[in-house]
């Protein structure tokens, strides 16, 4: 959540270069569906590249990117999907040990959760309860079995590899996150 302030442009969300929710297709949870991506593209202010998937019914849809995906990959959602990269699945359908991301936080709210560049969460078990998941944090938490995943870890995970090179980005990156860092004058 971004602090609202006095109004200046520094307090403003970005509205400018977003191209549409990055979220599954509205469509019934028993349903199968199959599309292809025609696109991958970038929207401003996120740091995982969307998909642009066409189904089989015309709609379009952006999606993030699950890692080595390319245009003309074929995506297969719901429960009859085989559970391979890029493919939409309940987290019932997903056998235990999977990598899985873009992961509904309630069924059928198009995906909250596990959605930056090089994130993957993994399925821990399957209970009578839900569905247990380890995140990247080590955190574990249970789901609804009828909740949707993405199996796959999120593309764009080398960013943060580019090393800063001088101390000046250095930093700037600590004081835009509001951490201590050095400041040394030569004198």
Do not use: W
């Not at 995906?69 to 999977?98: C, F, Q, W, Y």
């Amino acid at each position: 959540m971004r602090r609202r302030g006095r109004g200046g442009k520094q307090f403003r969300a970005i509205k400018v270069g977003k191209l549409a929710p990055a979220k599954y297709p509205y469509y019934s949870l028993d349903e199968n569906h199959s599309g292809v991506i025609v696109d991958l593209v970038h929207e401003k202010g996120r740091d995982a590249p969307l998909a642009k998937v066409r189904f089989e019914n015309g709609i379009n849809s952006y999606i993030p990117a699950s890692d080595g995906s390319k245009v003309g990959d074929n995506i297969e959602m719901g429960p009859g999907a085989n559970a391979t990269a890029r493919n939409i699945l309940p987290l019932e359908s997903i056998p235990d040990g999977t990598m899985i991301c873009n992961i509904e936080k309630n069924a059928g709210d198009g995906g909250k959760l596990i959605k930056s560049a090089g994130s993957s969460a993994v399925v821990f078990s399957h209970g009578m309860e839900g569905v247990t998941i380890k995140f990247p944090s080590g955190k574990f938490s249970m789901l609804n079995r009828r909740c949707r995943a993405m199996i796959g870890a999120i593309s764009g995970g080398g960013r943060r590899e580019k090393p800063f090179l001088k101390a000046g980005n250095k930093e700037r990156y600590m004081h835009a996150r509001g951490k201590l860092y050095p400041k040394v004058r030569g004198i």
